[in-house]
């Protein structure tokens, strides 16, 4: 499921490609979602990753608690990491955090820890991200960071550098472009 950014009122719904309901060939093992009021600006080229422009969506985020949300469930998360990825040239960024919720919550704070407690989770979630597409004839997808997931404090940044592009897209200091604000 996406969030439809180019309906009235981005409502949730089946991502469709080509005219055809997108499918994944491979499995997901962790809750893919959203964080609301972020906004990946493509006006913006980060010098941090290769120069590249936001794509126009809100930033993406990896739960990796192994517990199945529902769709459209709003979980209360701590974020632990940052994949920088590449898709088409656009910078996607992808957090990693785990629900507040989850009995290992207490014991995962950054990086380091996920690799102790969810050990691979990482390299897995980078891996899935950037062969999903290959099955549709499409290249593989670049990560930025040296291909490495960045910290909780890196994290952290670039959520409140993609809340405050949100806050000036709500306030109009910033044109929506093609992106449906009602």
Not at 31 to 47: C, I, K, M
Not at 60 to 66: H, N
Not at 110 to 137: C, S
Request: glycine fraction near 6%; charge should be negative.
């Amino acid at each position: 499921m996406e969030v439809a950014t180019d309906e009235l009122f981005t409502p949730i719904k089946q991502d469709t490609k080509k005219g055809k309901l997108r499918y994944y060939p491979y499995n997901i093992n962790w809750n893919y979602g959203l964080l609301p009021q972020t906004w990946e600006d493509p006006s913006f080229a980060n010098t941090e990753v290769e120069g590249a422009f936001g794509d126009n969506d809100p930033v993406d985020v990896v739960e990796i608690g192994g517990t199945q949300a529902k769709i459209g469930e709003v979980l209360k998360v701590k974020p632990l990491a940052a994949l920088a990825m590449i898709d088409k040239g656009e910078l996607d960024w992808k957090i990693v955090a785990i629900s507040l919720d989850h009995p290992s919550a207490s014991l995962v704070s950054d990086i380091d820890d996920v690799e102790k407690h969810f050990p691979g989770t990482l390299t897995a979630i980078r891996d899935w991200f950037r062969d999903y597409k290959i099955p549709d004839g499409k290249p593989a997808n670049k990560f930025g960071l040296g291909s490495k997931a960045a910290s909780k404090d890196y994290a952290l940044k670039v959520i409140t550098e993609t809340n405050e592009s949100w806050a000036k897209l709500v306030t109009r200091s910033i044109s929506p472009s093609e992106l449906s604000l009602l």
